[in-house]
């Protein structure tokens, strides 16, 4: 199994510029695909970017060129650096984990409110 928490959600100002972390319980070196989704109310969850099994990234075309997504593997964390913040990126944030296992882990999800 494996857990994950992420922090770093808050409020921000239109413009402004957060970062999200993932804490993952074990080793994330052998991960498959690693990621992150968020969910606006009443809205669907979507992907915001991820991590895939052969190293590259990929991101929604509405934070690319806003959001970075990296890892640290000695820390066994990933990050979203989310700069450039609209209000339409308000939203609750999961991480996602696609294990060794092929079994996918989410986080409990952290509440990003920016403000226009």
């Known amino acids: 199994q494996v857990q994950l928490v992420e922090s770093g959600g808050g409020l921000v100002q239109a413009g402004g510029s957060l970062r999200l972390s993932c804490a993952a319980s074990?080793?994330?070196?052998?991960?498959?695909?690693m990621g992150w989704y968020r969910q606006a109310p009443g809205k669907q969850r979507e992907m915001v970017a991820i991590?895939?099994?052969?190293?590259?990234?990929d991101y929604a075309d509405s934070v690319e060129g806003r959001f970075t997504i990296s890892r640290d593997n000695v820390r066994n964390t990933f990050y979203l650096q989310m700069n450039s913040l609209e209000s339409d990126d308000s939203g609750n944030y999961y991480c996602?984990?696609?294990?060794?296992?092929?079994?996918?882990?989410w986080g409990k999800g952290t509440l990003v409110t920016v403000s226009s």
């Open positions: 996602y984990v696609d294990a060794d296992n092929y079994t996918r882990y």
């Open positions: 991590f895939t099994s052969s190293g590259s990234t």
């Open positions: 074990r080793s994330i070196f052998s991960a498959h695909n």
